[in-house]
């Protein structure tokens, strides 16, 4: 079956209803484009991916007055981050916290709160680990004098 977005989806709701197929899952568009329906959002929950001490994945779900549900995936790091550091996408993150609305929009926020200062965690602890690796390499250049 052809990749679908929510707005085609929508506009054959009826047949969709008939059929008792009123729940969707939405995949990700292999252009990266983030156009869920945002501003029906009923449910959010972090989890899924994890890593680095936080869900880098929120599941979200919508009721559009239609009558149909849909639910989908939006990652805050590109699927293939990795390695010791994080890959936020700040800029998608923001624009889906300006596209939900209520309380979702809060709950949201609040995540991104709580991702914000696990990220600021890491990097006072690379921060420790980079001072004493330059302390180090200045005990080694001081030792190495003759």
């Known amino acids: 079956m052809r990749e679908q ?7 054959k ?6 059929l008792g197929q009123d729940d969707h899952y939405l995949y ?3 252009d990266g484009d983030q156009d869920y329906p945002w501003e029906f959002v ?3 929950e972090p989890g899924g991916g994890h890593r680095l001490d936080i ?3 929120v599941r979200f779900s919508a009721e559009h007055p239609s009558g149909l549900k849909f639910s989908w995936i939006f990652d805050i790091e590109p699927r293939d ?7 936020i996408d700040v800029e998608g993150c923001q624009k889906v916290l300006n596209s939900i609305k209520g309380k979702h929009r809060t709950d949201f926020a609040t995540y991104l709160k709580e991702c914000a200062h696990k ?3 890491k990097a006072d602890d690379w921060k420790k680990i980079t001072d004493n690796q330059y302390k180090v390499a200045e005990d080694l ?3 190495s004098k003759i």
Do not use: C, D, H, Q
């Not at 709701?13 to 008939?18: D, F, N, P």
């Open 28 to 30: 990700p568009s292999k």
């Open 13 to 18: 709701a009826k047949l969709y209803i008939e």
């Open 55 to 57: 869900a880098t994945s």
């Open 42 to 44: 009923t449910f959010s």
């Open 141 to 143: 250049m001081k030792a």
């Open 119 to 121: 990220v600021a965690t």
């Open 5 to 11: 977005n929510w707005r085609e989806i929508v506009k």
């Open 81 to 87: 981050a990795s390695g010791g550091y994080y890959m």
